[in-house]
């Protein structure tokens, strides 16, 4: 992520989710000034960035070749959950 803008972004640990869910408790505010860059690894959960004046927020998200492609085959579903997935 690439701060085009002042923004605080709010995150967490895949590790701190219990029994399918995240206490919110453990969300940590970061704030990264203007023309920033910040990586985030696969084990960090994040939220929608919050805006730090009333323009708003801009955020350019650099993603790995393969991000958001469908699937090659379907994923078998293992739980009632996996269907929202």
Do not use: W
């Not at 605080?8 to 860059?37: S, T």
């Amino acid at each position: 992520n690439v701060a085009m803008t002042d923004l605080v972004l709010l995150l967490g640990r895949v590790q701190d989710i219990e029994n399918n869910h995240y206490d919110a408790k453990n969300v940590d505010a970061f704030f990264i000034p203007k023309g920033v860059a910040v990586e985030l690894y696969a084990t960090t959960l994040h939220f929608a960035p919050c805006k730090v004046d009333e323009e708003g927020f801009k955020a350019v998200v650099i993603l790995p070749a393969g991000t958001n492609e469908p699937l090659e085959k379907a994923v078998e579903k293992k739980s009632e959950e996996d269907v929202l997935l």
